[in-house]
């Protein structure tokens, strides 16, 4: 893990521009749209490769609960971490509405890998990785944080001009799904990239799957290709 930015791994930018989204996160039509239609896809593909009744899970970079009520609606027991005080107060009031208990810490991987390694049976990491100055640091304290046999499941963009295209030009520019401006085209990484940085940790990479987003549906679905959209899932190795 690098020491030297783990203490301050974010961008106030990124933070504020999240946060400003808040109180529209939990609308299905609002303008996190295909982050609910990706949402079933990212469940499935976790629920398909790790027990989630009675297993400790963490959600690291929460946003306001979407993934974490779902984990927590499958029978985990979820902690979810995020920065943003905005995204956290209606992650919290919308447990309250739906009853799905799920433990909302302001507290960054990094600080929380120090506190209590090994402490989950799964980690979760969902569209975050590009939004981070030090992604190796993320995965780093990720992969401190599980048990042995436990597994990392990480979502991100590939750097290519396919992901620039769809996720970029179209999805924020011309079909308007995303604000302007949700990403930066230097900041997504290649799975070769995140390979690498999984290998640092000590994990070994179980799965690399596409996830496509269909917009004339609203929905997603795992596919073959992974130029644009990519799921990941890694495993820490026994003793």
């Given at each position: 893990m690098n020491t030297?930015?783990?203490?301050?791994?974010?961008?106030?930018?990124?933070?504020?521009?999240f946060g400003a989204l808040a109180?529209?996160?939990?609308?299905?039509?609002?303008?996190?749209?295909?982050?609910?239609?990706?949402?079933?896809?990212?469940?499935?593909?976790?629920?398909?490769?790790?027990?989630?009744?009675?297993?400790?899970?963490?959600?690291?970079?929460?946003?306001?609960?979407?993934?974490?009520e779902a984990l927590a609606g499958e029978g985990a027991?979820?902690?979810?971490?995020?920065?943003?005080?905005?995204l956290l107060k209606v992650a919290r009031l919308h447990g309250l509405e739906s009853g799905v208990r799920v433990d909302y810490r302001q507290q960054s991987v990094e600080s929380l890998a120090a506190e209590t390694p090994g402490a989950f049976d799964a980690v979760t990491c969902m569209e975050m990785l590009e939004h981070v100055p030090d992604p190796a640091s993320v995965i780093g304290a990720c992969a401190a944080l599980l048990r042995p046999g436990g597994r990392?499941?990480?979502?991100?963009?590939?750097?290519?001009?396919?992901?620039?295209?769809?996720?970029?030009?179209?999805?924020?520019?011309?079909?308007?799904?995303l604000p302007k401006g949700t990403h930066q085209y230097r900041d997504f990484i290649r799975p070769s990239e995140l390979a690498a940085w999984l290998r640092e940790a000590g994990l070994r990479l179980e799965d690399v799957s596409g996830l496509m987003?269909?917009?004339?549906?609203?929905?997603?679905?795992?596919?073959?290709?992974?130029?644009?959209?990519?799921?990941?899932?890694?495993?820490?190795?026994?003793?």
């Open positions: 030297q930015t783990s203490d301050r791994n974010f961008r106030q930018a990124e933070l504020d521009k109180q529209r996160w939990w609308d299905p039509q609002g303008p996190q749209k295909a982050l609910h239609a990706l949402n079933p896809a990212r469940l499935g593909y976790v629920a398909a490769r790790t027990e989630l009744r009675g297993a400790r899970v963490l959600d690291v970079g929460c946003g306001a609960g979407l993934l974490s027991q979820v902690t979810a971490l995020d920065l943003s005080p905005e990392l499941f990480l979502s991100t963009l590939n750097r290519t001009p396919a992901a620039f295209a769809l996720a970029i030009v179209g999805a924020e520019y011309v079909a308007r799904i987003y269909e917009p004339w549906r609203n929905a997603a679905r795992l596919v073959s290709r992974t130029d644009v959209n990519y799921l990941a899932c890694a495993r820490k190795p026994e003793g």
